[in-house]
C-alpha cells in the first residue's frame, strides 16, 4: 500500500521574494558589438573607431563595469581577435556571431556564457559610448519596481525619423513596430526604441526560442522578444532616458563626430570643474583619461592626448599639443609646443 502524502500549506512554502533594489539582484551585460559597419568605409571594425582616444566599445564595457556586474559578454563579429586585443579587459568575455544573423541571433550566441547565471540581463550597444551609469542604474531599479519581466530604455525626439516606435497601454509596451511598418497614427509617435534593455534572464532566452525570421532579411530581431514575453501575460514596461542623445547610436563618420563632440563637452566640463581653467572650450582637445592637476590654466588650441598627466599650477600655452607625457607641477608650456612619449620634472 502506498504511503499517502499531505501537501504542506502554503504558508510553511513561500513563494521566494524578488529582488526590490539593484544591491539585492545579480546584473549580466551583453555587448552587441558584432556590426560590421559598412557605412563607416573602413576595414577597422565600427567598434574598435576611437573618439577621445578611446574606442567605441571600451566606454560601453566600462559603464557596464561601473554598475557592478557580475557578468559581461561581449558579442563581436570574426575580428574576436582584433577586438580582444585591442580592449584589453581580461574580465570581459567575447564571443562570436557570424554569419550575422540579427540581433536576436547576436544575444542567443551569449546563453552558453550564462548558463550558470541566474539574475537581471542588460543588452547594450557596443556603438552608444555616451549611455551613462546613472540612467542603466535607474532602468534597473524602474525594472525591480515594477517586479518587469522586460524593460526597454526609450527616449523621446524631436524627429522619430526611421527608429521603431514604442507602443504603449499605459505604462506597459505592447510592442515595438518598425517605421517602415508602422501606420499614419503609430508614426507620429516621438517615443522610440533605444536598442537598450533589462530582462529577466530566463525569459529572455525563453522568447529568443521562439522567434520565428519572417521578414525579409531573414534574421533574428531582438525586439520579437518583446511581443513574446507581453502576449504571456509578463509585465513589459519602458523607462525613457531624459537626455536622448546618450542614447544615440552611431553609423557612419558624420554620427562618430557628433558624438565625439557631446564626449568631449563632457570631458571638459569635468576638468573644469576640478579646478582647471581652460580659455577657448570649443578650440581644445582632451582624451579621455588624460589627468589635469588643479588650478592649471590651458590656452586655447591645446590638445592633451594618451595617457598624459599635467601637474598643478601649470600654464599651457596656445597650440601646445602633449601625447604619452608627463608634466609636473607648476611647468609652464611656451606656444606650439610639441611633447610626446616625455616626462618633464
Known amino acids: 500500500m502506498k504511503k499517502s502524502i499531505t501537501a504542506s500549506p502554503k504558508a510553511d512554502s513561500p513563494k521566494k521574494r524578488r529582488a526590490s533594489t539593484q544591491a539585492e539582484c545579480s546584473v549580466g551585460v551583453i555587448i552587441l558589438a558584432a556590426g560590421e559597419g559598412k557605412r563607416m568605409h573602413s576595414d577597422l571594425p565600427k567598434v574598435l573607431h576611437p573618439i577621445c582616444g578611446k574606442p567605441l566599445l571600451w566606454y560601453v564595457k566600462e559603464t557596464a563595469k561601473n554598475i557592478k556586474s557580475k557578468k559581461i559578454v561581449a558579442v563581436v563579429s570574426k575580428n574576436k581577435e582584433r577586438i580582444e586585443s585591442c580592449i584589453g579587459d581580461k574580465t570581459i568575455e567575447f564571443v562570436i556571431q557570424f554569419p550575422p544573423r540579427g540581433t536576436g ?11 550558470d547565471f541566474n539574475g537581471l540581463v542588460i543588452v547594450l550597444c557596443g556603438d552608444v559610448p555616451l549611455i551613462k551609469e546613472e540612467t542603466l542604474r535607474k532602468l534597473i531599479d524602474y525594472h525591480l519596481s515594477k517586479e518587469a519581466s522586460a524593460t526597454i530604455l526609450t527616449t523621446v525626439l524631436p524627429d522619430a525619423g526611421a527608429y521603431g516606435r514604442i507602443v504603449r497601454k499605459g505604462e506597459r509596451v505592447v510592442k515595438i513596430v518598425e517605421s517602415v511598418d508602422a501606420s499614419e497614427k503609430e508614426k507620429k509617435i516621438n517615443e522610440i526604441n533605444s536598442g537598450i534593455y533589462v530582462f529577466d534572464k530566463e525569459e529572455l532566452f525563453s522568447a529568443l526560442h521562439k522567434i520565428n525570421p519572417l521578414n525579409a532579411q531573414k534574421e533574428y530581431y531582438l525586439t520579437d522578444t518583446i511581443e513574446i514575453i507581453q502576449k504571456k501575460g509578463l509585465g513589459v514596461y519602458g523607462f525613457a532616458a531624459s537626455d536622448w542623445q546618450e542614447v544615440m547610436g552611431i553609423n557612419n563618420r558624420k554620427e562618430l563626430t557628433e558624438r565625439e563632440t557631446i564626449l568631449q563637452k563632457r570631458i571638459i566640463e569635468k576638468v573644469q570643474l576640478s579646478g582647471v581653467t581652460i580659455r ?9 583619461g588624460v589627468e589635469i592637476g588643479e588650478n592649471t590654466t590651458i590656452e586655447t588650441g591645446v590638445e592633451l592626448l594618451g595617457k598624459t598627466f599635467i601637474g ?10 602633449i601625447i604619452d607625457s608627463k608634466i609636473s607641477d607648476s611647468s609652464e608650456i611656451g606656444e606650439d609646443s610639441n611633447i610626446e612619449d616625455a616626462e618633464l620634472l
Not at 544575444?107 to 552558453?112: G, Q, R
Not at 598643478?312 to 599639443?321: P, Q, S, V
Open 105 to 115: 541571433d547576436a544575444v542567443l550566441k551569449a546563453e552558453e556564457a550564462f548558463k
Open 280 to 288: 577657448n572650450p570649443s578650440n581644445t582637445r582632451i582624451d579621455w
Open 312 to 321: 598643478k599650477n601649470c600654464i599651457l600655452r596656445r597650440n601646445a599639443k
